[in-house]
């Protein structure tokens, strides 16, 4: 008797703890509600077995989803969306690739296009110093203007991977690639299973606030059932020690 009550704490204690990890994954795609580019999450749970006995469950992985978000006009030339498969490329510190379909590019002191964060954007070009326009055509290629005329100042490539769902979260809305994502392969943007960019637009956050409202009224009465066994099974637990020193 002991024994099954134990293991039907420990459930309960378990089933406390994953839905305590769910809500922090939904606070958080909560919170990005209105964060360009944001991508939204989801936790994925295994069922553990001890002994061939059910003994809850664990939180496993989250999974990204790679729902294209709305996109939006914006005032600055350099703000990019992209409309279909692909992230940007982003140089980060210690010789790492992040990947962000957050294109709020800008120009830093050096004439370098960087993220909002300050973050290298990787691409094979250089704005001119003394460009009076920019603009960034569909297919990627950056165009300058210098008094009456346009030139090519380079090509921005986006990143596709076979998994996109897999990516890991490097923190200020940029992924890392992963062995569940596969290798990224970069390619020029409206060439095959490549999207295209649109300038001066952004990305919306393809949180669905509906949906994770739910999810959080669910998690709220799950985790109040969860609380409601783990303290009638610790009241029948004690009961059963008092009736056996009795």
């Known amino acids: 008797m002991a024994t099954s009550l134990f293991n039907v704490l420990n459930i309960s204690r378990q089933d406390m703890l994953s839905r305590l990890a769910d809500l922090d994954q939904v606070a958080n795609n909560l919170a990005n509600v209105n964060t360009t580019g944001f991508k939204s999450s989801r936790s994925n749970f295994q069922e553990l077995l001890v002994d061939s006995q059910k003994n809850g469950v664990y939180l496993s992985s989250t999974q990204v989803s790679a729902r294209q978000g709305t996109i939006l006009d914006s005032d600055s030339p350099l703000h990019l969306a992209i409309n279909g498969e692909g992230f940007f490329a982003i140089q980060l510190p210690g010789d790492q690739t992040g990947y962000t379909r957050d294109g709020q590019f800008e120009l830093d002191d050096d004439n370098q296009l960087v ?34 005329t346009w030139s090519e100042a380079g090509q921005i490539e986006i990143t596709r991977f076979p998994n996109p769902t897999g990516l890991a979260s490097y923190g200020e809305n940029l992924w890392l690639e992963t062995e569940v994502s596969g290798e990224g392969v970069s390619g020029a943007p409206m060439t095959e299973n490549y999207g295209q960019i649109f300038g001066a637009s952004v990305e919306a956050s393809n949180v669905d606030l509906s949906t994770e409202l739910t999810h959080l009224m669910s998690l709220q009465r799950n985790f109040q059932m969860s609380a409601r066994a783990f303290q009638q099974t610790d009241e029948m637990i004690t009961d059963a020690i008092h009736v056996r020193k009795a």
């Open 115 to 148: 993220t909002a964060n300050g973050y290298p954007v990787v691409w094979d070009g250089e704005i001119p110093a003394d460009a009076e326009e920019v603009e960034v055509l569909q297919d990627g290629r950056v165009m300058a203007r210098q008094g009456e």
